[in-house]
C-alpha cells in the first residue's frame, strides 16, 4: 500500500538540538475490534430492494470504502486515503478465496444512520461474500453536536460493525476546497492514521478465507 501520506510528523526546528530521548514514543492506534468481526448466525438480511448492489473486481488488491448512500464521502475518503477506492455504493467482491476489505461510510444525519445500519445486516447476515468489512467511518452533516437521538442510534448502528470512526464538519469542504494537510483538522488525521495502520496491520480479521 502506498505510503502514509497523513503521518503527522515533529518538526524540529532550525538550530534545534537533537530530539530529548527521553521523550515518549507517538501512541500508537487501537486497532483492536469493538463489535462484530465477521458475519453472524441467525441475522436475517434486509429485502432485496433494501440491499446494496454488487461488482466484481479481479483480486482483493485494496481497500475500498463502501458509501452506503449518496453523498455519503466515500470519493472524499479515496483520496484522502492514496492507494484506496471509492465503490460508488456497491459491495466490491473478489474472486475466492481471500476477501477484499471494505470501510463503509455515512453521513450521521438520519436517513445516513438508518442506511448504515442497514449495509451492516447485510453483511452481518451473511448473503455479501467476499468482503471483510473492518469498521464505519461516520462523517458529520451538520456542525455542532449531534442531537441526542441520533447520538444514540450512531451508538445502535456503531454496535453492528468492528469499529467506528467518527470524521467531524469541515466548513472547508463544505465550500469544495480540496482536502490538504492544512485544512485537515486532527480529528481526521487520527482517523487516517489508524485506518492506515489497520489496513497495513493483516489483522486476525482480515484477510481470511471465505
Known amino acids: 500500500m502506498t505510503q502514509n501520506p497523513w503521518t503527522r510528523q515533529q518538526q524540529q526546528q532550525p538550530n534545534a538540538g537533537p530530539p530529548e530521548s527521553s521523550a515518549a514514543p ?12 465477521a458475519p453472524q448466525h441467525g441475522v436475517a438480511p434486509p429485502a432485496e430492494d433494501q440491499r446494496l448492489p454488487k461488482f466484481a473486481i479481479p483480486m482483493a488488491d485494496t481497500l475500498w470504502w463502501v458509501g452506503v448512500h449518496g453523498g455519503a464521502g466515500e470519493t472524499t475518503l479515496s483520496l484522502l486515503l492514496p492507494g484506496t477506492r471509492a465503490a460508488n455504493h456497491r459491495w466490491p467482491i473478489p474472486p475466492p478465496p481471500v476477501p477484499t476489505p471494505v470501510i463503509l461510510v455515512a453521513r450521521t444525519h438520519g ?29 458529520a452533516d451538520a ?24 470524521i467531524p464538519w469541515i466548513e472547508e469542504w ?5 482536502p490538504t494537510p492544512d485544512n485537515t483538522p486532527d480529528e481526521v488525521f487520527e482517523v487516517l492514521e489508524s485506518i492506515y495502520a489497520l489496513r497495513a496491520s493483516n489483522s486476525a480479521d482480515y484477510p481470511a478465507p471465505y
Open 26 to 37: 507517538p501512541a500508537q492506534p487501537d486497532l483492536s475490534p469493538r463489535g462484530p468481526s
Open 111 to 139: 436517513s445516513g444512520l438508518r442506511a448504515a445500519q442497514r449495509a451492516a445486516i447485510e453483511w452481518a447476515s451473511g448473503v455479501v461474500q467476499g468482503v471483510a468489512v473492518l469498521g464505519l467511518v461516520l462523517i
Open 143 to 166: 456542525p455542532g453536536r449531534l442531537p441526542r437521538v441520533l447520538d444514540d442510534f450512531a451508538d445502535i448502528v456503531g454496535g453492528g460493525v468492528p469499529r467506528v470512526w467518527d
Open 174 to 178: 463544505r465550500r469544495g476546497e480540496a
